[in-house]
Structure formats: structure tokens, C-alpha cells
């Protein structure tokens, strides 16, 4: 037999015949103190599988609350992708709405055209859609607003203030779908 060829039983067989390994049944007397020192008690092997449930049980409940919370989270921006490609159809609209109102000619054209924006708009804000609100003077928030230009400020109240709202912006829910393009004043 070569020295590659062995194996683990060689290993056990080699230690029982040297005397390493002796196997005595319990309770036989001249056990040594350090072999019971050595075993845990049955109650030390109890506690030890309650932690390990309880610990297991806390990760289970956590992973639980964790996809829970992922899902309603998915639920609640599910629509976005639809949201984000309707966009420009509202900008459309609102645009065709602002060019209507100043041809006199066109006023039943204008309130048919009014009235599908507002059916549009109404649908999408029921689906969870919200528009944000940038008005002239409004402090400029790079979280929120996106500045597409800044000019010289016309007056020193309206230094890093926003000037104009170029773009419209929208949420979905708590989160921004479009960010409003904003002129802001230089300070």
C-alpha cells in the first residue's frame, strides 16, 4: 500500500490499535471527570436548539416583513413605466390647450380638448399620479428640481431661487417619476 492510498479507515484502524480511541459505555465507573466535563448536559443541548429555533423563527418573521414590504412597495410603483411614456401626451395637451385658447374661433374645439385632459388627468391622479408644484420664487432643491439653465438673477431676493418651471414634474406616490426643469437665478 502506498502512502497515497491512505485513507481515513487506515487513520481509525491505526488509532484503535495504538490504543488512542477507547470506547466505554456510560455509567461504567472510572470514567474521568474530563470526559463529563468535556459533554455537554442534556439541558445545555436543550437550551442550545431553542436559541437556534428562536433565532430561526426571527430571521423567518423578518424575511416575511421584509417581502411584504417589497410587494407593496412594487404594487405602489407598478404603474411607472406607464406613467413615464403618458407624460408627454399630458405636456401635449396642455400645450394644445394653451395655443386653442387663443384662437376665438376654435372655443368648442378648446372645451373637447379640455375635457379629454381633464378625464386624462383625472385617471392617471386616481391611479396614484401627482404633479409637484414649482412656483416663481420657490427655493431651489437639486433633490426635487432638475436646473436646465441658470440666468442672472433680476433682482438679490431672487438669488438660487427658481425663475421659471420650463417642464412640469410628477410623482407616483412618494416617488419622483419626473424631475420639474426649472430656470434658476444665479447667486
Same mark, same amino acid.
Given at each position: 500500500m502506498s502512502k497515497d492510498e491512505y485513507t481515513k479507515e487506515d487513520e481509525i484502524r491505526d488509532a484503535i490499535e495504538n490504543d488512542d480511541?477507547?470506547?466505554?459505555?456510560?455509567?461504567?465507573?472510572?470514567?474521568? #471527570?474530563?470526559?463529563?466535563?468535556?459533554e455537554p448536559t442534556t439541558e #445545555?443541548?436543550?437550551?442550545?436548539?431553542? $436559541? *437556534?429555533?428562536?433565532?430561526?423563527f426571527?430571521?423567518?418573521?423578518?424575511?416575511?416583513? *421584509?417581502?411584504?414590504?417589497? *410587494?407593496i412597495e412594487l404594487f405602489k410603483t407598478a404603474n411607472q413605466e406607464l406613467m413615464t411614456v403618458l407624460? /408627454?401626451?399630458?405636456? $401635449?395637451?396642455?400645450?394644445?390647450?394653451?395655443?386653442? #385658447?387663443? +384662437?376665438?374661433?376654435?372655443e368648442e374645439l378648446r372645451k373637447g380638448v379640455l375635457l379629454i385632459y381633464q378625464k386624462l388627468l383625472k385617471t392617471l391622479e386616481q391611479k396614484g399620479l401627482a404633479s409637484i408644484e414649482v412656483n416663481q420664487g420657490d427655493v431651489f432643491d437639486a $433633490?426635487?428640481? #432638475?436646473?436646465?439653465?441658470?440666468? /442672472?438673477? /433680476?433682482? +438679490? +431676493?431672487?438669488?438660487?431661487?427658481?425663475?421659471?418651471?420650463?417642464?412640469?414634474?410628477y410623482k407616483l406616490g412618494d416617488k419622483i417619476i419626473?424631475? /420639474?426643469?426649472?430656470v434658476v437665478a444665479q447667486s
Open positions: 480511541l477507547k470506547v466505554k459505555p456510560e455509567g461504567v465507573e472510572g470514567e474521568s #471527570e474530563e470526559s463529563k466535563k468535556d #445545555e443541548l436543550i437550551q442550545v436548539e431553542k $436559541d *437556534r429555533y428562536l433565532r430561526l426571527a430571521e423567518f418573521e423578518n424575511y416575511k416583513k *421584509r417581502t411584504t414590504k417589497e *410587494r407624460l /408627454p401626451i399630458l405636456d $401635449d395637451f396642455e400645450r394644445a390647450l394653451t395655443h386653442i #385658447e387663443d +384662437d376665438k374661433e376654435a $433633490d426635487t428640481h #432638475e436646473a436646465i439653465t441658470q440666468i /442672472p438673477a /433680476p433682482s +438679490d +431676493d431672487l438669488k438660487g431661487k427658481i425663475i421659471d418651471c420650463v417642464e412640469k414634474g419626473r424631475h /420639474p426643469k426649472v
